[in-house]
């Protein structure tokens, strides 16, 4: 009997610790959203501004998709796959980028996107690069 209460207090033990790592884990999982879509659209942006550095303003036929106008952070979003405005939802998250004017081709400029799920949200800043102006 002594051993069985022994068990039932460790395994209290380990539950009263546990418990709260587990908890916060949704916070940590919106942050780590966050930073990995932020990433995605310095790339995005990075890739494009490339684009239009290797083609000419007059872009048709088979080099039109090679560069998109970005002057705005919220232009970032149109360049990721599947997305087509701002705010965008994945997988039941929202994703907000806030507008912040780029300027002329080649500038860049700190850019802030909020994640948010269910009441939790996270911010994550990434590098925005204007293109195409």
């Known amino acids: 009997m002594i051993e069985l209460i022994v068990v039932i207090v460790i395994l209290g033990i380990l539950a009263a610790t546990a418990l709260p790592k587990f908890i916060d884990l ?25 684009g239009c550095s290797a083609t000419s303003h007059n872009i048709t036929g088979a080099n039109a998709d ?22 965008f939802t994945q997988a039941g998250t929202t994703f907000t980028i806030t507008a912040t004017n780029l300027g002329t081709n080649g500038s860049t400029a700190s850019c802030e996107l909020t994640v ?18």
């Open 116 to 133: 948010s799920r269910s009441g939790v949200s996270a911010v994550a800043h990434f590098t925005g690069i204007a293109a195409g102006n």
């Open 66 to 87: 090679k560069c998109r106008q970005v002057s705005d952070c919220t232009d970032g979003a149109a360049l990721l796959q599947g997305v087509t405005a701002n705010p």
């Open 26 to 50: 949704r916070s940590d999982a919106l942050s780590s959203s966050a930073n990995g879509m932020a990433g995605s659209l310095t790339s995005a942006m990075s890739v494009n501004y490339a």
